[in-house]
Structure formats: C-alpha cells, structure tokens
C-alpha cells in the first residue's frame, strides 16, 4: 500500500471504532444512575455524601462516567480495527494470533478496570479520606471524585495490556525474555515515571499502588515473553 493507501486505512479503522465508541456510550448513557451508584460504593462506608459546586458539574460527571463505559464495551471493536490495521504487515503465521490479542486484550482491560475497583479505589480511599479526620470534614465534589475513580480505573485497563502486547512483539520475534530481564533497572524508572504521569494525585501512596501493579505485570510479561519465544530455525 502507498502511505496515502495507509492514511486512508487508518482514517477507517478510527471511524469504525468512534462509531462503536459513540454506540457503546449510548447503550452507557441508559444506565448512568446505576454506574454511578457502583462507582460511589468504595467511598460510601467514609463519604456517605457528594456535592457539586457549579451547575455544570453534574453534566462533567455523568460525561465521564458514560465515556468510560463506552470505552469498555467498546473495547473489543478497537482492539479488532488495531489488528486489522496491522494485519496486513504480518506474516501468515503472526496473522493467527489476531483472535487471541482480541479476547485477551479485552479481558486483561477488564481485569485492570477490576483491580482498580476492587484493590487499589478502596485502599487509597481508606487512607486518603481518614488522614486530619479529626480535625476536618471531607466535603468532595461528585464531579472530583468520579474523576479520581475513572481516571485510575482507565489507566490500570491501559497498564494491564502490557502482558498482551509483550507477548505479541515475544512472538513475532521483536523482543526477547533476555531483553527484557536485561534492561528492568531502566524499565522499573520507566514505569515509576509513567505511574506518576498517570496518577491523577501527587501523593506517594496512589504512585505505589500504581506502580506496583506495573512491576508485577512486567515480571509477568518476562515469563509470557519466554513462553512465547519462536521456535528456533533448523
């Protein structure tokens, strides 16, 4: 294909997966209340009330919530429009692994988006919000708090996809168990410093709990890598 060809590939691979986003956050928006109410439970044995300050507000919550939503349902679709925008520069050997990269891609951004709910939200939560209890009285926007809570559950998804995609680059032959084992000193910064981009607070303890995951998953992906190592030629 001539780069015009791939301009023009790529320009319809990201409208079908907007139109499935668009699509996915429709089926969201009909379920808002209900989402909300599941995103507010790690908070509720602490904060049993929200506020808003602005009449707006409201409108810039229920937004996240409804795009976040979409982007997991819709997660399968975008990850199906990737492979088929890369298909074509594989081998035929590689091309066998689109089906995998598909459901274990969407399974492993689930698996992030559960972490996030179940592990990391109520931790950071639990510790947060009893800091100067004493002394002081949380009074938290709806609209900052599911911020807090979308912003970690979407980037634990992205986090969660490294296994997936080192797996991927082991198998085609562009990284190596080896490698990777090689260069973790520069990869644990790496990693410390996009957990700290991501972190949607500037306090040590969600940099942990984000980075932490991150180590284990690479460690993960070092095994994957050797598992998935290409057989070597006669």
Request: charged share 15%; glycine share 6%; proline share 7%.
């Amino acid at each position: 294909m001539t780069l015009a060809g791939h301009v023009e590939e790529l320009r319809r691979r990201l409208a079908i997966s907007l139109g499935a986003v668009l699509v996915a956050v429709g089926i969201s928006v009909t379920q808002v209340e209900r989402l909300i109410t599941w995103l507010k439970r790690p908070a509720e044995p602490l904060l049993p009330h929200f506020a808003f300050f602005s009449p707006t507000e409201p409108l810039l919550a229920y937004t996240k919530v409804v795009l976040l939503s979409g982007l997991i349902l819709a997660m399968p679709i975008i990850l199906s429009q990737l492979w088929a925008f890369m298909r074509p520069g594989l081998m035929p050997r590689e091309r066998a692994y689109g089906l995998t990269f598909i459901w274990w891609g969407s399974v492993q951004f689930l698996a992030g988006v559960a972490c996030a709910y179940y592990g990391l939200l109520p931790i950071s939560l639990r510790v947060l919000l009893r800091i100067g209890r004493d002394s002081l009285e949380p009074v938290i926007s709806i609209d900052q708090y599911l911020g807090f809570v979308t912003s970690i559950a979407f980037w634990c998804g992205v986090v969660f996809e490294l296994p997936v995609v080192v797996w991927l680059l082991a198998k085609v032959g562009i990284v190596t168990a080896e490698w990777l084992r090689q260069s973790r000193p520069y990869a644990t910064l790496f990693l410390v410093i996009v957990a700290a981009i991501i972190t949607p607070t500037t306090d040590i303890l969600n940099l942990l709990l984000m980075t932490i995951p991150m180590l284990g998953l690479y460690e993960i992906s070092i095994l994957l890598a050797r598992a998935a190592r290409p057989p070597r030629s006669r």
